[in-house]
């Protein structure tokens, strides 16, 4: 490694660190903060959640974290390594060997099978698979029976645990999954959030969740509430209602002008982005 | 309605474009010929409006000489004095034009055009109808004084006082420059060498009392046709007597044969233009329809009934045929402007000031841009009518993937068992006339079964043709094939537009291949003679030519050709005009025939000739039967069939019938023709190569010959016959460009369908260069498919073509193996180049915009 010693020591048991990390959209004075100097950690081998109302900047955190957007100030380290400042080819090889990725809808490639796409990442980087930990994570998975299946023949269920299988594929360091029960029915989403937390619990894996849903945020180790751009709470060890409740403060408490009341419903609004 | 049809319209220009460029392409073509060819017609028919005399004597008009026989008709000189004496006659004038003549300067090069326009001699006298005018120097008196037209002299630097030889039939002789004349009216391309009066009928038509025509002028009052019918009965009716009008009618036909093949190879892109276009047009419909699934489901949801989906599908297509139109139809006077600036450097100088567009054009131009993309465009709208209003809440992803192709199999399979019939009756008719309908309908078949079928075959094909992919290009390159796998409808119709192109090429270049190798066997089993003297261009040559050859030390065998235009009386009724060739006696000396009854001393013997025994079998022509034949300036005989030949080349060509015969017999019937070649053989110790130096030193002075031995003649045919593969390989052009087009279209559009997919695929670490690739393999493998798919179907048609020849006698069959693997390997250079502006387009993508659409 040639990270320093001291900047290894610093980010032992740190997946990923923003230090005064801002985003802004447009210039002058129609720009818009998205992310207004926030400095976080996302703790090794922990199921982190990430919530906030419509425009807090959930989304743009997740991305800039993850070396898919850019900065426009501050810094990133993904384990070791600053990604603020890396080139767009550097990047790509990033977040395929280091990072895994779910989405709310469309993950999978339709022209692929589910164990294709498994594996795609690594077939892209010219990697052969660990066959061991495949095995281990098609299993936990329970996707032994759906390898030869397209998409298309898939439920929504099945293709978001074929994405988490996907993420988890390659090991990587950290895995964000961007409202990956968005899409889903409850019971569905259940499962998704089962099969994440399993990732963390016995397989060591290190998983940040952008999310709406305060169930999905209460199978967390730690939910981080954004709102404005800044990190305006976190709360260890949530639960459900816990977290709904929190969110009702917020609709209602000072410091945040802009949440509205339709924060205190968030999982009913259609129109709502990521 | 209407508006959202605008609205639409507007909205999907970008991708409209490149169907509104087929369009213009095709129009273009359409529209450019015919301004050309009506500017040239109307500026010819006006040259010799205006040049005509109001009524103009000429020799009766024997047959039409597809090759010419080298013979000047002409009337007596004398007729003038006749003709003054008729009442209603201003002036006579005696005219002498000579067309086939040589015109070298002092170096022995020709003046004349190298473009196969003629070099006219001509009588110089100045009339208001003159085409020239006096420039400089003066005119020509007595034997050794011409005038050169100036474009002549300009190209081929002649100044006045320099020495010209003119090779004229009755023998060669010098002149001088004393004048140039330039032209009032626009120059046709030929060169002008003015004589005086004397001199020309002289030293042109060797005697000094005749002329070619005799030009007549009115007097006030009197009208052409009154004149014309008052010198007719003057001079009786063994003379073809004309009117102004007439005359210029018959001059502007005669250079009608040369302008309606450019109109026609005008019109041959302009169709390859269209039919590839047409797919093109139904591709973009179909997807722009495809893709606006929803957005129709809407409309029907809220209330439009099928037809007004329909019309308002049926209405872009309009727009779309209107705009492309009008831009094609500027564009076609553009081209037109640049053909007659091309003609301009071959010397004919046409006014782009003067250009016509007859009302036809626009009627034309509109009938075929908005004809073309309403018909293409029919079969989509009516699938767009079919979208059902649920189309508007189902999440579905593009209709017209999954739909079963059992349709287009069955009528595919039906189209081809047609096909393949109608080609496998070409193959073993024996009658030409059937066998090239027959080729016709198959071919027309065969190719729209290809079209509907198309689609069936990109799942096998596509597998095996893609199968190294996942090896070669991993990933990348399984996802590619995937890609093109993904959609046969689409990858069938993009396949489609080069498919036709090179079908097209690939048959052609199979039957060019064919001629050129049955030429060179018949060649090879035919021509004896060390050399062969004659013209690039079969034109005869003076008797001149034929004397220097014999002179030449070392020749043993000297055997003369002659073409005598005929036309025969068959036992059969048919009374078929044909070209017959007369030789020396020696001809076994210099040619190997098989003959199937009698011989070269039969056949050449006075009053007889030989016919090719399958002609004669067909005609009911048997051996010593005696025909009646009548030669082209009129001479009639009756001659025996003395000898069959049993020969492969029976027939094709104007020379139907393989009739030959001596030399002398022709001479006897057809007086004052010309050599079209000499067949000469070495001997006496002399090597051919000796020979050969020599010929060539004594015929420097005439450069319209050439001396050829056996591969130099297979070469010269070969060339002719190249000429017609250019212009295929020019039409293989102008389908890739279109083509490319469509691969074009279909792949971007499949990379604004695919953004999601490209945004995952980048998201999780899919490099540019990567995501490129794949957009060109899968680009790649569609155009190599189209191609493959084309060549087959090509290479099918060149074999029924080459059947069709077979019946002319050209029997061989060749497989340009080299023109095949270019077409393949140039279309996948094809598909990278379609697939540059999509991939840059998909790795320019924003990785975010993409994943967070919708």
Partial sequence: MSTPAAATAETEGVAARARALTKAYGTGETAVLALDSVDVDIARGRFTAVMGPSGSGKSTLMHCLAGLDSVSAGQVWLGGTEITGLKERELTRLRRDRIGFMFQAF?????????????????????????????????????????????????????????????LASRPELIFADEPTGNLDSRAGAEVLTFLREAVDRLGQTVVMVTHDPVAAGRADLVLFLADGRIVDEMPRPTAEAVLDRLRLFSGGPGTDAATAEDGAPDYDPLRKG | MLKATLRSFLAHKGRLLLSALAVILSVAFVAGSLIFSDTVARTFDRLFASTSADVTVNPTKGLDERVSSGVTRTVPASLTARIAGVDG??????????????????????????????????????????????????????????????????????????????????????????????????????????????????????????????????????????????????????????????????????????????????LGFAGVATLVGIFLIVNTFSMLIAQRTRELGLLRALGADRRQVRRSVLLEAL???????????????????????????????LSTAE?????????????????????????????????????ALADAEVSGIGRPLKVRAVV??????????????????????????LLGLGVVLTLIATVVAGPLLVRPVIRVLGAAFPRLYGPVGRMSQRNALRNPRRTGATASALMVGIALVAGLSVASASMTKSFDQQIDKTLGADFVVQNGNFQPFPQEITDKVRAVKGTETVVRQRFAPLRLTLPDGRTPQTTASGYDPQLDDVAHITYAAGGSAEALAP????????????????????????????????????????????????????????????????????????????????????????????????????????????????????????????????????????????????????????????????????????????????????????????????????????????????????TVIAVAVGAAAVGLVAALLPALRASRMNVLAAIAHE
């Fill in chain 2, 607 to 818: 009053g007889n000739l030989a016919m090719d025994r399958d002609y004669a079998r067909d005609h009911r022509v048997r051996l010593g039967d005696t025909l009646p034949v009548t030669f082209s300036t009129g001479g009639r005989a009756r001659l025996r069939v003395a000898a069959l030949t049993d020969m492969d080349t029976s027939g094709g060509f104007g020379v139907e019938g393989g009739v030959f015969m001596g030399l002398a017999t022709v001479e006897r019937y057809l007086p004052g023709g010309q050599d079209a070649a000499v067949y000469v053989n070495a001997g006496g110790g002399t090597s051919a190569d000796e020979l050969r130096a020599s010929l060539e030193k004594a015929l420097d002075p005439y450069p319209q010959v050439q001396v050829r031995n056996q591969a130099d003649y297979k070469k010269l045919i070969r060339d002719q016959i190249a000429v017609m593969l250019y212009l295929v390989y020019a039409l293989l052009g102008l389908a890739i460009v279109i083509a490319v087009l469509g691969v074009v279209n279909t792949l971007a559009l499949s990379v604004v369908e695919r953004t999601r997919e490209i945004g995952l695929l980048r998201a999780i670490g899919l490099s540019r260069v990567q995501l490129r690739r794949m957009i060109r393999l899968e680009s790649v493998v569609i155009a190599v498919f189209g191609a493959l798919l084309g060549l087959v179907l090509g290479m099918v048609w060149g074999v029924g073509i080459q059947q069709v020849l077979a019946l002319q006698g050209l029997k061989a069959f060749a497989v340009p193996w080299s």
């Fill in chain 2, 355 to 391: 250009m016509v567009i007859g009302w036809g054009t626009p009627v034309a131009a509109y009938a075929v841009g908005v004809g073309v993309t309403f018909v293409a465009a029919y079969l989509p709208a009516r699938r767009a009518a079919r979208v059902s209003p649920m189309a």
């Fill in chain 2, 89 to 266: 006659v201003a002036a006579t004038h005696v005219d002498v034009a000579v067309e086939n003549i040589t015109v070298v300067d002092r170096s022995n090069d020709s003046v004349g055009p190298t473009t196969g326009a003629p070099t006219i001699a001509t009588n110089w006298y100045v009339t208001e109808r003159s085409p020239v005018k006096l420039a400089s120097g003066h005119a020509p008196h007595g034997p050794g004084e011409a005038l050169l037209d100036k474009d002549t002299a300009d190209k081929k630097h002649v100044r006045i006082g320099d020495p010209l030889t003119v090779l004229a039939q009755p023998g060669s002789f010098k002149v001088e420059v004393v004048g140039i004349a330039t032209f009032t009216t626009t120059n046709p391309g030929a060169a002008l060498v003015f004589l005086d009066t004397p001199t020309a009928q002289t030293r042109l038509l060797g005697k000094p009392d005749v002329a070619t025509a005799i030009s007549v002028d009115a007097a006030a009052g009197v009208s052409d046709e009154e004149l014309k019918q008052r010198v007719t009965a003057a001079v009786g009716g063994s003379y073809e007597i004309k009117t102004a009008a007439q005359q210029a009618k018959s001059a502007a036909d005669e250079l009608g044969g040369f302008l309606d093949v450019i109109k026609y190879v005008m």
């Fill in chain 1, 107 to 167: 993950n999978l490639l339709p022209t692929l099978t589910a164990a294709e796409n498994i594996t795609l990442p690594m077939d892209i980087a010219g990697r052969k698979p660990d066959r061991e930990w495949l095995e281990q994570v098609i299993d936990t998975l329970g996707l032994r029976d759906r390898l030869g299946h397209r998409p298309a023949q898939l439920s929504g269920g099945q293709q978001q645990r074929v994405a988490c299988a996907r993420a």
């Fill in chain 2, 412 to 437: 595919g399979t039906v189209l081809t068992v047609a096909g393949a019939a109608a080609l496998t009756g070409c193959a073993t008719s024996t009658k030409t006339a059937t066998s090239s309908s």
């Fill in chain 2, 319 to 349: 727009l779309l045929g209107l705009v492309g139109s009008t831009l094609g139809l500027g564009a076609g006077i553009g081209l037109a402007a640049g053909l007659m600036a091309l003609m301009g450097t071959f010397g004919m100088k």
